[in-house]
Each structure stands twice: as structure tokens, then as C-alpha cells.
């Protein structure tokens, strides 16, 4: 079992920033990916960055330039910094992380409950 708690979420102004945190903890060996997804409401969850455990990025197209993920892979974390932020950003956000249990196991597919970001015009 894995958990992922993030933290973080809350009502800002556009052009104000924020800082999303993704903390994992349970029965973990390694962790390839980590990343973030957002859901706006009536609408399909979609990525909006992911590191992978190398520490290469992805990004969304509509958020490159304003936010940055980055993770620690000691303290098994990740950050998303939301800097520029539009209301088009309100949404809630969700961690997601791929999980390996053991050495010899496929990684499995973790996510959090989701913060709640708002930005208002």
C-alpha cells in the first residue's frame, strides 16, 4: 500500500503563484515517475507535469514557462511550483506516482485525493 499526500491547494489571485507538495510514503522500493494531473470541473483529468527518476521533465503546453516540478527522491517527495497562475489553472490537482514494491515487481500506478487550486480573475 501506497499513500500520496499532497498539500498545498488553495484561492489565489491570477498571476499570483503557488506551491503544490506530494509526499509518499507506505511499502515502497523505488519510485520511477511522479507527477501532477489536474481536473477542472466537467472536464477529463489531464497531465500538467511529470519528472521521471532520472529527473527528466514533461510539461503540459498550456503551463510551460510557469510551473516547475521537481522532486527529492530521499525524502520521496515532489514539488510543483504554479507561478503566473491564470483561472484557467482552477482545477484540483492530483499526485500521481509509479510505485515498484520490490526489486522484481512492476511498478503500480498511485494517486493522491487531490487539492484544490482556484485562481481567481
Known amino acids: 500500500q501506497v499513500h500520496l499526500v499532497e498539500s498545498g491547494g488553495g484561492l489565489v489571485e491570477a498571476g499570483g503563484s503557488l506551491r503544490l507538495s506530494c509526499a509518499a510514503s507506505?511499502?515502497?522500493?523505488?519510485?520511477?515517475?511522479m507527477g501532477w494531473y489536474r481536473q477542472a470541473p466537467g472536464k477529463q483529468r489531464q497531465l500538467v507535469a511529470v519528472v521521471s527518476g532520472r529527473g527528466t521533465t514533461t510539461y503540459a503546453d498550456s503551463v510551460k514557462g510557469r510551473f516547475t516540478i521537481s522532486r527529492d527522491n530521499d525524502k520521496k517527495t515532489a514539488v510543483l511550483k504554479m507561478n503566473s497562475l491564470k483561472p484557467e489553472d482552477t482545477a484540483d490537482y492530483y499526485c500521481n506516482a509509479d510505485v515498484k514494491s520490490d526489486a522484481f515487481s512492476a511498478p503500480l500506478s498511485w494517486w493522491g485525493q487531490g487539492t484544490q487550486v482556484t485562481v481567481s480573475s
Open positions: 507506505g511499502i515502497i522500493f523505488s519510485i520511477n515517475a
